[in-house]
């Protein structure tokens, strides 16, 4: 699996997202990465003026709150480029040797994250996993990070800083010897994390061959362990994760998109929604011929 180059980083100065920049140090990421930081706001714009015909504006009072209410858009997305520039100076400061930018949109915050991932070819959105409300409406929800794990085609962190603790990082894997499982293994061993880190490999019910997963962490410089659990896959990885205290899950996911993934469930998103650790949804990015069924 490729290594992380370009990061889309969904923030909206909540405490939540707040959490999330911290995390981004226990997240393995390289020393030189391009990554942008987002902040969109929850806004329907009206047409200008100018573009108001006599049916759109009924009466005097009528056009006043047109004004006002454009006025206020216009607000709102100022302070959202505020709030994006502010974390960008946030992520600047802690990764010296990345490229760092940011991003204001004005639109529904789902398809906004998920159009800039798809402009920028990002290898990794990562976004607060509670919810927040600002500027009278929604900016990056924890609804909304569970949409955008649903629908792009990226992999997606949903990150919560639960540990203060600094140095070796531990991590769980979820593996049940499918393709998907072997790609959350392989996003792991791509990463750079810091020295003593740990990993544990946790499959649930069948025994799966986790020899060749277990060389492959250890020759990444991982201390490396595999553990057999039964029961519930949502259940055993998240007990896991929380009785040895890790820092984050990494779960592979099927090509599944929206509505489909929605209604059928997966192991992937019903961990992110219920974990305390930040967890990964490893998905590598779709084929032209996978995005448009051809």
Not at 101 to 125: F, M, N, R
Request: glycine residues 8%; aromatic residues 4%; contains cysteine.
């Amino acid at each position: 699996m490729k290594e992380i180059s370009k990061l889309l980083i969904a923030y909206d100065g909540s405490a939540c997202s707040d959490a999330a920049l911290k995390d981004l140090k226990r997240a393995g990421l390289p020393e030189h990465v391009e990554a942008v930081v987002m902040t969109v706001a929850d806004l329907i714009f009206l047409p200008p003026d100018d573009q108001l015909t006599d049916d759109d504006l009924i009466s005097p009072g009528a056009a006043t709150m047109v004004s006002a209410l454009q006025q206020e858009a216009r607000d709102a997305l100022t302070h959202a480029g505020e709030i994006a520039e502010q974390g960008a100076d946030r992520v600047k400061k802690d990764f010296p040797g990345w490229t760092v930018s940011y991003l204001a949109e004005g639109e529904a915050p789902t398809w906004a994250v998920i159009k800039a991932a798809a402009s920028l070819h990002t290898d990794l959105i990562v976004a607060g996993a509670h919810q927040h409300s600002s500027l009278g409406g929604r900016l990056i929800m924890g609804s909304v990070s569970q949409r955008v794990l649903y629908e792009a085609d990226c992999t997606v962190r949903l990150a919560r800083c639960s540990s203060q603790r600094e140095g070796p990082v531990r991590i769980v894997v979820g593996f049940d010897g499918a393709t998907e499982s072997d790609a959350a293994v392989d996003a792991v061993a791509s990463r750079a994390w810091p020295a003593g880190s740990e990993v544990r490999v946790v499959t649930a019910g069948e025994a799966a061959a986790l020899g060749e997963q277990q060389r492959k962490l250890s020759a990444a410089g991982l201390q490396a362990s595999e553990v057999l659990k039964h029961g519930d896959p949502v259940n055993v990885l998240i007990h896991e994760a929380e009785e040895w205290g890790a820092d984050s899950i990494f779960v592979g996911t099927r090509n599944v998109h929206g509505l489909r993934h929605l209604l059928r469930g997966s192991v992937a998103s019903a961990v992110a929604a219920r974990a305390q650790c930040s967890v990964e949804v490893v998905r590598p990015a779709r084929s032209a011929h996978e995005k448009f069924g051809g």
